[in-house]
């Protein structure tokens, strides 16, 4: 296995930084990672060597006010860490993710194009099959969330205040507070404000140890996201995913996120609905959030693996 790192621009002129584990030999096909908020890329060097280790190319970028690409932000003047865009900011996220796969393409004609997207990745990843389904082969969207439309309403009324009272660019705890302050809530004595993440208590260290982990993010991040969450469960939007794209849904059990799993199973049934043909759920007894962090990562890698075994 070899590894590559470097930046990307887009065409917006933004410098995304792109990492990449490419196997010894020729790939079976290309897993392209987009990962959650307030975290970065290189969090998932486990998770990519042992899709390397199963034949897979992997590719995982720092999305906007995430990681290399936000300090490479901060390099050139711009806002940082926790803040995605002067304007449309989920929406450049989203197409970043696009130009990085038809980058993939490029180098790699041919090879099947598999989505693995987590947390706010994987919103990110539902607005994706939604406009670009047609531009991957395959679809895995862990520690999702599905519709909660009234929730994603009210924050949008609340951050459109802070709007008008010049808190855009500002980091907000108040919010921060609003949205993961009760994750925790059904942990017996949490150890930590994060224990939510995963029960592996080294995972959660390094997590608050890590300065590109954990960090506040803006009122504009929180903005953008509640917008994307009214985008995507949009009845209309939801309707645009081509039938015959293959759709992992995975989850724990105990992630908060997409309420235990009960938001999860609305998301699947609303496929189903749809006429996605090929659509599944799969709910992990006793897991949190970051299944890919999990005590049971193994089972999941190998479950993640065999399911796209039988796809490509």
């Known amino acids: 296995m070899t590894t590559k790192s470097f930046f990307q621009t887009m065409s917006d002129g933004t410098e995304i930084a ?12 290309v897993i392209v990672i987009s990962h959650g908020m307030s975290e ?15 034949g ?19 390099e050139k003047g711009q806002p940082g860490f926790g ?10 996220v989203r197409e970043d993710l696009l130009e990085v796969i038809n980058q993939l393409k490029k180098e790699f004609p041919g090879k099947k194009i598999i989505l693995l997207a987590h947390s706010f990745g994987s919103l990110i990843g539902q607005s994706f099959i939604e406009n670009h389904s047609s531009e991957i082969d395959l679809c895995i969207l862990c520690g999702s969330r599905g519709p909660q439309q009234g929730i ?19 980091l907000s705890k108040f919010l921060d507070k609003m949205i993961f302050g009760s994750y925790s809530e059904r942990i017996k004595d949490p150890r930590t404000a994060n224990d939510w993440l995963t029960k ?3 995972i ?17 991040f929180y903005h953008e996201m509640v917008k994307l969450c009214l985008d995507i469960h949009n009845p209309k939007n939801m309707k645009k995913i081509r039938e015959d794209l293959p759709v992992y849904i995975i989850a724990g059990k105990e992630d908060p996120v997409g309420l235990y799993g009960k938001t999860l ?31 049971d990562y193994e089972t999941v890698l190998k479950d993640l693996c065999n399911w796209i075994n039988k796809r490509v």
């Not at 792109?18 to 096909?29: G, Q, S």
Request: aromatic share 12%; net charge neutral.
């Open 18 to 29: 792109v990492n990449r584990w490419i196997p010894d030999n020729e790939p079976k096909a």
């Open 40 to 54: 970065h890329s290189l969090r998932y060097d486990r998770t990519a060597s042992c899709f390397v280790e199963a």
């Open 56 to 74: 897979f190319l992997v590719s995982a970028h720092d999305h906007r006010g995430h990681g290399r690409t936000a300090q490479k932000q901060l």
């Open 83 to 92: 803040y995605l865009a002067d304007k449309d900011g989920y929406k450049k």
């Open 152 to 170: 994603a309403r009210l924050g949008l009324f609340v951050t459109n205040i802070m709007y008008i009272f010049g808190r855009k660019k500002k």
């Open 200 to 202: 592996d208590e080294n």
């Open 204 to 220: 959660v260290d390094m997590y608050m140890s890590d300065s590109w982990c954990g960090f506040i993010m803006t009122t504009e």
């Open 265 to 295: 199973e609305n998301l699947f049934s609303i496929y189903k609905k749809n006429g996605i043909k090929d659509v599944e759920l799969k709910l992990y007894e006793n897991d949190r959030h970051e299944l890919l962090n999990e005590t």
